[in-house]
Structure formats: structure tokens, C-alpha cells
């Protein structure tokens, strides 16, 4: 099976204060389309910070990051947005609804930026929300909804404009057991239909359901 | 979901500093439309006035300035300057019309109002009187009469035979005038020659409105008139351009005043939208994470700014013309807002110049936000989203 992510000897250092820290020192990885892996290891090695660069949002020192064939750090600001939109879904730990929009808009919002019709938006939102169980959902605010249910909203936005790669950094981090399996069964089943997911994650029980892992010690791979 | 839509909840979902921001911007175009309406109000009764006046010049005394020739048309009390051996040498020439004025001051119930002692009799059909109720004095049988002006009439209850001590005298209403919509409706008009012995003028008036019979020859009387007596001449076109430039020096320091209130509010819009940008900076890191890029973000926060200046310039011109149109009538009478309260045009401003409110209102607001909107677009999304 062809790569859908390619990496090469990706580098990144933040600053924390005055004092420049190394999140990722020279990552090399392939990822083939379909693949369900995780990326574990502990805090602050560097896990986040490689997800956020493979998804676009944030800039690598050196090194480079194709998706779908595509250098993104090439393009321009507009495109690369475009990029996300279309190829890459989020899903974050604290789900990041926007707390203005209702649950429909929230899912709504991704295909605003892809200048899908007002009209079809609503039909393939009602669509997704359906297919994550929020269906009785839909008007209701971000605010009024469960921990799980927020998740499960978020999943739906981030699969709205039918990405090939979801990109989800500890999505059941802060969920009860029940809602976690809730979620999981969810993932589950866009890996069987197909799409390329990598989660970073702490918990052991969704490792062990990856087709890969991929560890970070010290902003290297632990191979 | 569309970028307006977007734009509406932003703003609408902080209800409260939304309002107060709008509030801001809200004042200063209302304050801006009072103004601009009061004043277009004031001019164009400035002007009616100016051609009522039914004079080519009028002869004042030497060394007056513009805030005696407001008063000139506006109808309150001025100095009885012009003596009466001059009135006789400018009454003695030939081809010209003239009408003396004795404008003086009285008070019924303490509430000062405006006399004005003129010879009735033909600045009647001068000024195309018309009476509502009653008869203009006779000069000989009711030489202590008094012709009252609608307004006047209006604001005192004044009816016909009723007695007004004035200096002393008793003075008898026989008429009350229809509204003319000019300063005539505030004032007591007696005859000259009883306002003269009343006030004890000695023969001296306040000033003389002169017709020309050939309308050609006015630069002619004019030299005449100052070589032959020693008053000052100035034209109705003088007199209008110096009264219009004395109201809007006024007019134009009070609307830099309310336009500085504007300018004061968009700062209120910069504050604003500067706290947006921490309170939303997650929000703006969710937005990029899905799709938007730099110049959107951009654009819905401009948008923001903007619509405070489209909601608060819409707001402020509905609530500065209900304002101005019911304020009108409550303004103190005084030598300028004469004019504005006895015209039937004021509370009116031109739908262009409320285009160019509007206009101005959404450009301010949409500058205060540029600055924002550029610190906004500027954050990187993983820094927008791992803020707490």
C-alpha cells in the first residue's frame, strides 16, 4: 500500500521562555494509507508537536511532511488552510467546539472553507451527526452536551469534508470508560471503511488496537 | 454556515461587551446627527428668514458685528442705535422703500419674550402677514396694540383683549397671526411710535430694512445712503453670509466634537476586538485547524469591527432623528436657536448625508479593527489551540 504520510528528519524547538527546548530531533517515519497507529511515549517527548506537523498546523525547523503526495510546508498559507480542509481531519482532547455555533454549525464550519453549499452542508452534517448518534442533537449548543457527546461532535466536524487522514491527539484523554468505548467503536469503524487514522495516545487499551505504534522518547522515534 | 453567519454569533455571543462597544459608536453618531440636523434645520430657516425679510439692505449703525446681525434676523432685542435725524435723512431719499425697526425685550409671567416696534401697517403686506385671529392694530384708534406671532400667542395663552403691561403701559391684543414658520412667530409686534415713546427711545430705532425699487441700483443707495447719514449699509446677501458663517463656526466646532466621540468609540472597538483575540484565541486555532486560513480569520474579525459601525451607524440614525425631531421644540430660545425652533424644517437630514454617516461609521469601525484582525490572522494554529 502506497504512503499517505512521509517524513523526513523533521526537526522542531520551542521556546520556552528564553530557553529553546527540542521537541523533535531529525524524525523519519513512512505511514501507508488505511493505517490505524498510535503514537505513544511519555509527556512532553514530543508526540503532540508531531501530530500538529503532520497535520499542517504548525512549522518544522527542518526536514520535510508529504501528505497525499504533497509537500505541505510548500505551500502557501492559503493553500496549505485548503489542504487541511480537504485531506486532514482534527480531533483534539478538549474537543475545541466553538461554543458560539450550535451542534450542527460545528459541523457545519470545516465545509464553509471548502465552499460547499449552505444547503448540502446542512444535508451531509445531519448525515454525520446521525452516523455518531447525535442526531437529537443538532440544534442544541456545544455547551449543553456530555464530555463523550462534545467528542463525538467533534469527530463528526473533522470527517465533514471527507478527509483521507484524521489526525486525533488524545480524543478520549478526558472521557469516562463508557464514552471512551463510544468513541473508539466510532474510530473503529472509519478504519474499517478506510481512512488513515493516527491517534496520539497514553492509554495502553487503544495501542493495542493499532495496526502500528509509533514511539517518541526525547523527540526521537523509539525504535 | 457562511462568514456572516459566523460573524453574527461571534458578535452576539458576547452580549454584553457587545452592547457596551455599540453603545460607544451608537452616541457619538447620534450626537453627529442631532447636530448635522439641528443645524441643517437652522440653516434653511436662516435663509427662509433671510428672504422674508422682504429687504435689499439694511441700514445698521457703524461698528455692528455678526452677533447683532443674527439678531437681525432672528428678531431679538437689539440697541436703539440709529438716530432719528438719520432715519429722517435715509427716509428723505427717493427710489427706495424704508422700514424702521425698534426691537426690544419684555417679559410676560418672567419668561422674557421679544417686542418689536414697527409700522404695521405696511410690513403686514411686506412680510405677507396673515392673522388667525383678531385685526392688526389701527395706527391712530389702537395705537397701543399688539399683533402677536403664533408662537408667542401660543406659549403665554394669549387671546384677544388681553392687556400686557409693557414699560409701565397697558397694551391691548387685537390680533394673533397665523404660524409663518419664521422668527415673526415669537414676537409682540406694537406700533413704532408707541414702542418709541414707551421705551423712551427718543425717536431713535434699531435698525432699517430698505427696498430698492431698482433692484439694479442697490451699490448706488447703499453709498448714498452711508454718504448721507452716518449709519453702516449691508446687503441681505452680506447679512445672510455673515449670519451663516457665525452658525456654522458653531455648528462645524460641535460636530468636530461629536466626530472626536466617534473616534473615541473606535478605540472602544480596538479594545474590544484585542480582548477578542485572547478570549477567542482557541476559537481562531480551531477555525485554522479545519480550514481557514490567515486571510479569513482576517476577514471575520474586520467583519466584526465593521459590523459594530454598520449596527451602531443604522441605531444612531434612527434614534439622532427621532432625537432632533423631538428636541426641536424643547431647545431654550436664544439668539440662534430662534431660528431652529421656529422652523418647519429642522429634525430633517438629507438621506445622502445619512448615506455618508453610515459610510463613515462602518470605515472607522472597520480601521479600529485592522489592527486586531491583523494580530489574529498572525497566530500560528497549534499556538491559537494549546492556549488555556
Known sequence: ?????????????????????????????????????????????????????????DKPDTGSVHVAGQEIYQLPDKELARFRAEKLGFVFQFFNLLHNLSVLENVQIPMMFTKVPKEK???????????????????????????GQ???????????????????????????????????????????????????????????????????KDGCLDL | MNKPTLIFRNLLGRKNRFTFTLSGITMGIIALVV????GAGLQAQIHQQARDLGANMIVTAKGWCAYEQVKVLSGAQLPDAILPEDLEKIEAIEGITVQPYLTLGSAINNEPVSVSGVRITQLKDIRKWSIREGSFPDPIEQKYGI??????????????????????????????????????DGVLFIDLQAAMEVY??????????????????????????TDTANVAVISDQQLLNSVLS???????????????????????????????IYERKRDIGILKSVGSSNQTIFQIFLGESALYGLIGGVIGLIVGNGISYVITPLIAQNEFTAFVRASSVSGTIAWQDMGFILLGSILISAVSGIYPAYKAAKLTPVEAISYE
Not at chain 1, 504520510?5 to 523533521?10: A, D, G, Q, S, T
Not at chain 1, 480524543?171 to 466510532?186: C, W
Not at chain 2, 447636530?35 to 439641528?38: A, E, K, Y
Not at chain 2, 472602544?268 to 480582548?275: K, L, P, S, V, W
Open chain 2, 200 to 225: 423712551e427711545t427718543q425717536g431713535r430705532v434699531s435698525y432699517i430694512a430698505v427696498q430698492v425699487d431698482d433692484i439694479n441700483r442697490i451699490e448706488y443707495y447703499s453709498r448714498l445712503i
Open chain 2, 35 to 38: 447636530l448635522i440636523s439641528l
Open chain 2, 147 to 184: 399683533v402677536a406671532g403664533y408662537a408667542v400667542a401660543d406659549s403665554f395663552d394669549l387671546s384677544i383683549n388681553q392687556t400686557i403691561r409693557l414699560r409701565g403701559h397697558e397694551f391691548t391684543i387685537t390680533g394673533i397671526m397665523e404660524q409663518h414658520g419664521t422668527a415673526d
Open chain 1, 121 to 147: 452542508q446542512e444535508e451531509i452534517a445531519l448525515k454525520l451527526l446521525t452516523s455518531v448518534g447525535l442526531k437529537d442533537k443538532v440544534r442544541s449548543r456545544a455547551t449543553e452536551l456530555s464530555g
Open chain 1, 150 to 216: 462534545m467528542q463525538r461532535v467533534a469527530i463528526a466536524r473533522a470527517l465533514a469534508n471527507d478527509p483521507e487522514v484524521l489526525l486525533m491527539d488524545e480524543p478520549t484523554g478526558n472521557l469516562d470508560s463508557s464514552a471512551e468505548k463510544e468513541v473508539m467503536d466510532i474510530v473503529g469503524r472509519l478504519h474499517e471503511k478506510g481512512k488513515t487514522i493516527i491517534i496520539v495516545t497514553h492509554e495502553e487499551e487503544i495501542s493495542r488496537k493499532a495496526q502500528r505504534i509509533i514511539r517518541i
Open chain 2, 246 to 276: 457665525v452658525v456654522n463656526t458653531v455648528g462645524t466646532t460641535l460636530k468636530i466634537i461629536a466626530i472626536i466621540a466617534i473616534l473615541a468609540a473606535s478605540f472602544g472597538i480596538i479594545n474590544t476586538m484585542i480582548t477578542a
Open chain 1, 1 to 57: 500500500m502506497s504512503n499517505i504520510i512521509e517524513i523526513k528528519n523533521l526537526h522542531k524547538t520551542y521556546l520556552k521562555g528564553v530557553v529553546p527546548t527540542k521537541a523533535l530531533r531529525g524524525v523519519s517515519l513512512d505511514i501507508s494509507a488505511g493505517t490505524f497507529a498510535c503514537i505513544t511515549g511519555p509527556s512532553g517527548h514530543g508526540k503532540s508537536t508531531l501530530l500538529h506537523l503532520m497535520g499542517g498546523l
